[in-house]
């Protein structure tokens, strides 16, 4: 069974941009969860995604924001880019919501210059 | 808001060495947590996980305790190999919120 794909894999972009993440979960699995991971502030939830409905949202400014398909492929989009935004940006699918084993893609790198 | 600590940054350990990574946590009403590997450009790896109703839970190689009187957890790693080597993450989650991730230990493993 093929693990979560993320697309793409590096990205650079200048300030002000926009930019736009993509995730392929494992089949079956119905919940995408995003993360934000920096040498700084380590891995912070961005929000999570089931059944093409945002059901939890973390501490992130509007800029953030995402979306999931009816097949739970989710992308995750973020306006107006600031170097700040500089990260790793990771997605993990799980079979549902709750206590269910969140299974990592390899992140997306995105550098803002 | 509320997070989950780890009390080390860095370990050190000999091959063959047993390894122990604690983490604090501070939400009394997380009921699951999870440990992470994560070695260089990759994304975390689930290692093991335990729910709230249990102490201690063994897998292949690695144990986890679980302590709710003072809100700790720890992995414990057997005969640490050079392959461990890699950030240790400590993960709580509390039903209907979201996964709270630690800030990560990095262990490393010298033979």
């Known amino acids: 069974k093929a693990g979560v794909t993320q697309t793409p894999r590096y990205l650079i972009k200048t300030r002000g941009q926009q930019v736009t993440l993509s995730c392929s979960p494992i089949s079956g699995h119905r919940s995408v969860s995003w993360y934000q991971q920096t040498p700084g502030q380590g891995l912070q939830f961005l929000f999570e995604y089931f059944s093409e409905t945002q059901r939890n949202k973390g501490n992130f400014p509007g800029r953030f924001s995402g979306r999931q398909f009816s097949n739970s492929r989710s992308e995750m989009n973020v306006s107006t880019l600031e170097l700040g935004d500089s990260a790793l940006y990771l997605c993990?699918?799980?079979?549902?919501?709750?206590?269910?084993?969140?299974?990592f893609g390899p992140g997306t790198r995105l550098t803002v210059l | 808001g509320e997070s989950v600590g780890l009390h080390l940054p860095t370990l050190s350990v000999q091959e063959g060495d047993n390894s122990i990574i604690n983490c604090a946590y501070s939400?009394?009403?997380?009921?699951?947590f999870i440990w992470y590997k994560q070695e260089s450009g990759k994304g975390p790896q689930f290692i093991i996980d335990i729910r709230s109703n249990m102490d201690k839970r063994q897998g292949q190689r690695v144990t986890v305790l679980l302590n709710k009187t003072v809100k700790h957890l720890s992995l414990q790693i057997a005969a640490t190999q050079p392959g461990d080597s890699a950030v240790y993450f400590c993960a709580e989650y509390e039903a209907g919120t979201a996964l709270i991730f630690g800030k990560g230990t990095t262990l490393s493993v010298s033979s």
């Open positions: 939400n009394s009403a997380s009921d699951y």
């Open positions: 993990a699918s799980s079979l549902d919501r709750g206590l269910n084993e969140q299974f």
